[in-house]
């Protein structure tokens, strides 16, 4: 869903600029028919003489909403566009200057009104020095008309967001005379952010009005919108009128400000609810793979943290494959991988590319793991959760020795970074990523398991292992694959972590305690459970670490928490139900 | 139960007692033997008492604790609050003319004037020597009878004791807890009055760890060989069947998870004097499942075993960290593996193994120390 909405504005984008594109190339018919285009109006305002007449062409600019009128009104501020006469009688020509100084100091001309070379009479480019130069003239009334110009023409942006940034900025500014402005864009507005920010913009600047009722008036609409930013505006206001006796604002700007607060520690927690979620997803992907693992084969696998730590460097060497390509020295032995040297949304492509690799690598190793080791020690759990702890140190070795004993640096693809802001909550793009991507994964695997043969082995593996052998399972096979998807599901998540943070040697060990308390709360063997207890854990550690202002308080709380919960649920959340006494 | 040792046991415990407490020191006082060695001797013996301490629980009760460190680190952080106090006008910022009340640098240095009201009952040694028993020994009580209460065991017991120790790591690690934080406690100067560079003062507590090592390997042979050892091994063998036989199991093994934390934590105090540091990575996870390997490398069910795994493992690791700092994981994790997979017994089990070999005659079929999940009938 985060991918197709952000494809979504990324194509729209591409639209615009194409359908920005074809007007531009129509433009030219435009004058043809009669009608100047922005870039000829601008030309003939510059060598119009008379003061009135050129306000008005330069007014005239506001209904064009071409893209070129701001940067020409900005050169012709800055006196970058100058006025050239070939002779005393020769008609005026605007030109800009381009490319760079010759020997004599001269820089190639450039017609305004069609962004053409300027020729002489043979044919020849005209070549001017700056210095010599009549720039085109302005004083502060035409200076004065641009801003307005300008303002407008942000204003009536195709942009959404460009247009609540123009109004964002008027807004804190204050000033009045833009007033009439902002009402009529409203009246016009339909989109319901801008429409928000024009209240907003508004109401900042009739907290300047010397009528005491539209004040408070103000005061109240910004309350009522939990407005952030003007509550700066408000303190300020607040102390202006301690002093004098005004009683009805400064009740108003009192309530205000509380209503801001509330929608601030509103806002809060919704964000840090989100936190906790998404921490909880990672947690989950994590913990899915532990608890297929432990519930069909009753192995405990402590280098499963490790296994998604090979998730996570399989996406930094295909990060780096993408771009600059790849040194490792292992044991002393270098070896070079060439990269592709991609750059922008190629790049971003990766990722993408990744996630299958982070797979298939994890699965690998899980599958290495469980013929290597574990198969020998199916009946000793105890024993398995030692044999695997010595795997896990040999692996976080092996990292340390292959990538450095410092953490890797994995960028966020393009489509990734930034995020998504409803009612001052912000949802990072990474971060709604891994939600939903966790959310597939646990349907995946509930698909898996619920309506295919696999599924089906497993299931009967786990209900009865001996009866399932009888009825001709191959269940060392089953064990097999099991283990490997697990393992899988744990690259995956090694692949996530890397967008929430940097990947390193100890990753593995940071999550290890949290994922196995997730799986003993959540019930042995049963998907619901740790879905349940991953987001429960995640979003109480978010929560409490907000409210104690500390971390590590947060984590000891939560442990206490699951050990005084399994007091009353021994067995975790959702118990298999048995008739054996030892299980 | 007519005697705790046999013939040759006696012998043999007997002999090494007198090398390890009296002919050992003597040689290092004449300078025969080097004050690192001895130095290198008393840590291990410590690590040893860590190592029976995961023996008990999970050699003989079938309780594989991921949390021993734990109590060890908390035995060192008693004796080390005293020590911290004992520093006092010796403190670098007692020599330069601040701290004027003489409190641990660290707490200075943080910002406080004033010692905290929990330090001061540890200028006494005796309060200081009480709590190495009684804080471990109420966590573990604590612990114990909630996750034992609810019948939690196996390798929930494993993650869960892992998890408290876990959690403990990161609280030490704060400063706010006014424990030291990521240095913990260090720079230590005296013990009773005595400097802690003397020679003599380390040969004293060499001593003093080979004694306790001595007297707590006597009171486990003993304990082991009651009736109540045996419930402890029946327990371990099959829960469910010591239950309806009547026993509470419960009670047993809580017995067990706190005699075990006791003796980690008195370990822990002897080790930080002759260490001279501690700080929260003694706690994590790793640490304890060092022990768990002395103890696995030894052998489990065994009280011998673990000694032997801990001195060994400890050397190995001693030597394996100078010669090949890389690699020394590798190792550690390789032992690991190979002893649970082809030595499941320890090295004890090796002489049995061998004479086997040589006589060409199968051993009788002992069940494995710790069998778990016996097939159960509806």
């Known amino acids: 869903m985060a991918i197709s909405s ?380 030692l044999a695997t702890w010595g795997v896990s140190l040999i692996m976080q070795q092996l990292f340390r020795l292959i990538f450095g004993a410092n953490n890797v640096q994995i960028s966020s693809p393009s489509f990734l970074s930034g995020h998504w802001t409803v009612a001052d909550v912000d949802f990072p793009w990474n971060r709604v990523f891994v939600f939903c991507f966790a959310i597939a994964i646990v349907i995946g695997t509930h698909l898996l398991l619920t309506r295919t043969s696999l599924g089906l082995l497993i299931r009967a593996v786990v209900q009865n292992r001996q009866m399932a052998a009888c009825m001709g399972v191959k269940t060392h096979r089953v064990n097999m694959l099991t283990f490997a998807f697990g393992s899988g599901l744990a690259g995956l998540a090694g692949a996530f972590l890397s967008q929430l943070g940097n990947v390193g040697p100890n990753l593995g060990q940071d999550y290890i305690v949290d994922c196995f308390m997730t799986v003993v709360v959540g019930g042995v063997g049963n998907i619901a459970g740790t879905v349940i207890s991953a987001l429960s854990i995640g979003v109480a550690d978010q929560s409490l670490q907000k409210v104690l202002g500390d971390p590590v308080y947060g984590k000891i709380l939560v442990l206490a928490t699951i050990i005084l919960f399994l007091q009353w649920r021994p067995a975790g959340i959702f118990v298999t139900k048995s008739r054996s006494l030892e299980s | 139960m007519p005697r705790i040792l046999s013939k040759t046991e006696l012998l043999f415990v007997s002999l090494l007692a007198l090398f390890f407490i009296v002919v050992f020191p003597l040689l290092n006082a004449s300078g025969v033997i080097s004050n690192v060695t001895l130095y290198q001797w008393s840590k291990y013996l410590c690590y040893a008492m860590l190592a029976i301490s995961v023996d008990i629980l999970w050699g003989y009760t079938g309780l594989l604790s991921l949390g021993q460190a734990l109590f060890f680190s908390l035995g060192s952080y008693m004796l080390g609050m005293h020590l911290m106090l004992k520093i ?143 419930v402890q091994r029946a327990i371990r063998d099959s829960e469910t069947r010591v239950l309806f036989s009547g026993y509470a199991a419960a009670n047993y093994k809580l017995f067990v998870f706190v005699l075990s934390g006791l003796i980690s934590s008195v370990a822990g105090a002897l080790f930080i004097p002759q260490v001279g540091a501690i700080n929260p990575s003694e706690m994590s996870p790793v640490k304890s499942l060092e022990a768990v390997v002395w103890c696995a490398v030894g052998g489990r069910g065994t009280l011998i075993g673990p000694i032997i795994g801990a001195i060994s493992v400890n050397a190995l690791k001693n030597w394996a960290t100078h010669a090949y700092p890389d690699l020394w994981l590798i190792f550690l994790g390789g032992l690991f593996i190979l002893v649970v997979l082809f030595l499941p017994k320890g090295v004890v089990s090796l002489p049995a193994l061998i004479r086997d070999l040589l006589v060409r005659k199968k051993a009788a079929p002992e069940p494995a120390p710790a069998a778990e999940g016996v097939p159960a009938k509806p």
Not at chain 1, 128 to 143: F, G
């Open chain 1, 6 to 385: 952000h494809f979504l504005s990324r194509l729209t984008a591409r639209h615009r600029s194409i359908i920005s594109g074809a007007l531009a190339l129509l433009a030219p018919l435009g004058t043809l028919l009669g009608a100047d285009s922005a870039r000829q109006v601008i030309a003939n305002a510059i060598v119009e003489e008379e003061a009135d007449k050129r306000i008005e062409l330069v007014n005239s600019l506001v209904k064009m909403k071409d893209e070129s009128v701001k940067p020409l009104l900005a050169a012709w501020e800055e006196d970058q566009i100058f006025v050239y006469q070939a002779s005393d009688n020769a008609p005026k020509i605007p030109v800009t200057l381009m490319g760079d100084k010759d020997a004599a100091g001269t820089r190639a001309a450039i017609r305004v009104v069609d962004e053409k070379p300027l020729v002489d009479a043979e044919g020849k480019p005209v070549r001017i020095s700056a210095a010599d130069a009549e720039t085109a003239p302005h004083n502060s009334a035409l200076r004065r008309a641009f801003k307005t110009v300008n303002d407008l023409l942000a204003l009536s942006s195709p942009d959404r967001g460009e247009r609540i940034a123009a109004i964002n900025i008027f807004g804190m500014a204050q000033e009045p005379e833009k007033l009439p402005l902002l009402e009529s864009a409203l009246r016009d507005e339909k989109s319901g952010k801008v429409r928000h920010a024009l209240v907003e913009a508004i109401a900042l600047i009739q907290l300047k009005d010397s009528d005491l009722k539209v004040r408070v008036g103000a005061v109240q609409t910004l309350g009522k919108i939990g407005s952030i930013p003007s509550r700066d505006f408000l303190t300020a206001l607040e102390k202006e009128t301690e002093g004098a006796d005004k009683p009805a604002i400064s009740k108003a700007v009192q309530q205000a400000q509380a209503e801001i607060e509330s929608h601030v520690k509103f806002a809060n927690a919704c964000g840090t609810a989100f936190a906790g979620i998404s921490l909880g997803s990672v947690l989950l992907v994590v913990a899915l793979g532990l608890a297929i693992t432990f519930g069909l084969m009753g192995v405990i696998n402590m280098a499963h943290g490790e296994v998604m730590v090979v998730g996570g460097y399989a996406t930094y060497i295909v990060q780096c494959l993408f771009s600059e390509g790849l040194h490792l020295a292992p044991f002393g032995f270098g070896v070079d991988f060439p990269g592709m040297h991609l750059k922008g949304d190629a790049f971003s492509w990766y990722f993408i590319a990744a996630l299958p690799i982070a797979f298939l690598s994890a699965a690998l190793v899980g599958l290495a793991l469980e013929r290597g080791v574990i198969r020998f020690l199916y009946r000793r759990p105890l024993e398995s959760l």
């Open chain 2, 88 to 230: 006092g006008k010796l403190g670098s910022f007692a020599q330069s003319g601040q701290n004027p009340n003489f409190i641990p640098d660290f707490l200075f240095f943080l910002g406080y004037t004033e010692l905290p009201t929990f330090w001061k009952p540890f200028y006494s040694i005796t309060v200081a020597g009480l709590m190495v028993i009684a804080i471990p020994g109420l966590l573990s009580l604590i612990f114990g009878f909630l996750a034992f209460r609810s019948r939690i065991k196996g390798v929930y017991f494993s993650i869960l004791t892992q998890a408290l120790t876990y959690g403990f790591m990161r609280l030490f690690y704060v400063n706010d807890v006014k424990m030291g934080g990521n240095n913990g406690f260090t720079d230590f100067k005296t013990i009773f009055g005595a400097s802690l560079q003397e020679p003599s003062t380390k040969r004293v507590l060499y001593v003093v760890t080979a004694v306790t090592l001595l007297l707590v390997y006597i009171t486990l042979r003993w304990l082991t060989q009651t009736k109540f050892g045996l």
